[in-house]
């Protein structure tokens, strides 16, 4: 399985971005795809999850603010990302895991926020 990741970049508080990222290789079904974070200086934490079933969870803090969706025929999972802080600044990782199997990292995408 390969991750690829898009759509971070730099933008002020406030504004948007759409994270993307796509599965590809021979991996057969996944069960949940899901982007987590690591700002400098802390551990890696999960921001949202969606499950096969289109089941979603978010961390707390930005629940209301970001939203998590996917395309199953593409294996593709995406997060809009909503009124920007800077405290949302780090690099977000996605990851695809397939139950009792295997879990696989994309490569990051960088997103920061000025203030």
């Known amino acids: 399985v390969q991750l690829q990741a898009s759509g971070g970049g730099f933008v002020q508080a406030g504004g948007s971005l759409r994270l993307s990222c796509s599965a590809s290789g021979n991996f057969g079904r996944i069960d949940y795809m899901g982007w987590y974070r690591q700002a400098p200086g802390h551990p890696r934490e999960l921001v949202a999850r969606?499950?096969?079933?289109?089941?979603?969870t978010y961390a707390d803090s930005v629940k209301g603010r970001f939203t998590i969706s996917s395309d199953n025929a593409k294996n593709t999972v995406y997060l809009a990302i909503n009124s920007l802080k800077p405290e949302d600044t780090g690099v977000y990782y996605c990851y695809a895991q397939q139950f009792g199997s295997w879990l696989k990292w994309g490569q990051g995408t960088l997103v920061t926020v000025s203030s």
């Open positions: 969606i499950r096969a079933n289109g089941e979603t």
